[in-house]
């Protein structure tokens, strides 16, 4: 558990985010569908995904790591790792 | 007031031509900020006046989404001039606006960019459009960028 948030909810959250912004049914979107092969996803979506993601955890999603955000379970084995940073320098 | 590009650089960014170039000026770039601010003047001459409307002459609202589109590639030239300089491909992506007062010849157009997010491949800005001071049009803009190499 990283910040009072499981990995469970994590998930569901970044599901609820991509679902909205890409306009795909939350059923249709698996921990490893990928995002742009599977899911439509252009690059476009990608960043207002990140933006979402951003804001909604208060963190700062590296460029150099945008690429490697392919899938759900990406996106938060990078959040987890970026949040249990951040929590180790407050 | 001074354009801090000469318009030849304007025309360098914006792969847009007469009668789509609609940035005059750019009278401000705050690159710690992420900001840019850029000037249209309009002129009954606007092709777009011709027809809209006849006795009645009011800039489109697709036309002032274009022209803080093309103050959104502004802003991007500026905070990523590296990529820029390749000569990409702008793609519109997504617009939210809304339009609050109309534009008429003579008004001066202000354009202010906002960055929120910004990386090599695309960007998503929010951008206001104000004449004498006045927010006539607010847009949050998603737009992709290729180089094709």
């Known amino acids: 558990m990283d910040n009072g948030i499981s990995i469970d909810e994590m998930k569901r959250e970044v599901r609820k985010i991509i679902a909205e912004i890409a306009e795909i049914p939350e059923a249709d979107i698996k921990d490893e569908s990928l995002f742009f092969e599977e899911l439509g996803i252009d690059s476009m979506m990608a960043l207002e995904i990140v933006t979402a993601i951003e804001k909604r955890y208060r963190i700062h999603l590296p460029e150099e790591q945008i690429p490697n955000i392919r899938s759900i379970s990406k996106v938060c084995e990078l959040l987890k790792g970026l949040l249990t940073a951040s929590t180790q320098n407050a | ?149």
Request: aromatic share 10%; proline share 7%.
């Open chain 2, 1 to 149: 007031m001074e354009s801090i590009w000469p318009i030849s650089k304007i025309r360098e960014t914006l792969p847009q031509r007469y009668p789509f170039l609609f940035i005059d000026k750019v009278i401000e770039i705050d690159q710690a900020a992420g900001r840019v601010v850029c000037l249209k003047n309009l002129t009954q001459n606007e092709h777009f006046f011709v027809g809209h409307f006849p006795d009645n002459p009011i800039m489109p609202g697709v036309i002032m989404i274009e022209v803080m589109a093309q103050a959104s590639i502004i802003g991007f030239a500026a905070l990523k001039p590296e990529v820029a300089a390749k000569k990409p491909t702008y793609f519109l992506g997504k617009v939210e606006v809304k339009f609050s007062k109309p534009v008429r010849p003579g008004d001066q157009l202000f354009l202010e960019v906002q960055k929120e997010k910004m990386i090599a491949t695309a960007g998503i800005v929010s951008a206001s459009a104000k004449v004498d001071g006045q927010v006539v049009a607010q847009a949050r803009i998603t737009f992709g960028v290729k180089v094709y190499e």
